[in-house]
């Protein structure tokens, strides 16, 4: 099943010096944290604020030829979750015919917001996704039994410890 889903923030994550989109869910409390570029937050953001530049940025252009092609965008969904990469679908509508086109999720809703295009999530990425949890910092942190492991490890780690290594 798809949830529909709203931006609720668009930060830095304070580790990983990246930016992260948090989606929300629109009929629930669910979260899903995205790390995306610099390049598409930018395009995120500057919409979000209605930030117009002089000349189109990407997006702008390819809702520009959307447009005059008679192209709509229908929705965007997050469908999937594989080795902490998220996949994205754009469905658009054109000469009556509905298309489904691969894409990154941070296009995808770069181009959505521009479209005015609801976003969705399937309910089995948040399920894969729920072992990722983001304080208010904005810092990401592996809930997982796997992920507690390793936190448990690094942090009983000494600065005495590095230097057993050789590189």
């Not at 117009?52 to 469908?79: A, G, Q, W, Y």
Request: net charge neutral.
């Amino acid at each position: 099943m798809l949830r529909a889903m709203t931006i609720s923030s668009l930060n830095m994550d304070q580790v990983t010096n990246s930016p992260i989109i948090i989606l929300k869910e629109i009929e629930g409390e669910r979260t899903l944290p995205i790390w995306i570029g610099l390049l598409e937050a930018t395009a995120i953001a500057s919409e979000i604020e209605g930030v117009k530049f002089s000349r189109p940025m990407t997006h702008d252009l390819l809702k520009s030829f959307m447009d005059k092609t008679d192209i709509k965008v229908n929705k965007i969904e997050i469908c999937d979750l594989r080795d902490n990469t998220y996949y994205a679908l754009i469905h658009l509508t054109s000469r009556g015919k509905t298309l489904s086109i691969d894409s990154r999720p941070s296009d995808a809703i770069a181009l959505a917001l521009r479209a005015r295009a609801p976003i969705f999530v399937s309910d089995e990425v948040l399920k894969k996704s729920k072992q990722i949890e983001v304080t208010e910092e904005g810092v990401a942190a592996d809930k997982s039994k796997q992920g507690k492991k390793w936190q448990d490890v690094l942090e009983k780690l000494k600065p005495e410890d590095f230097g057993k290594y050789k590189m």
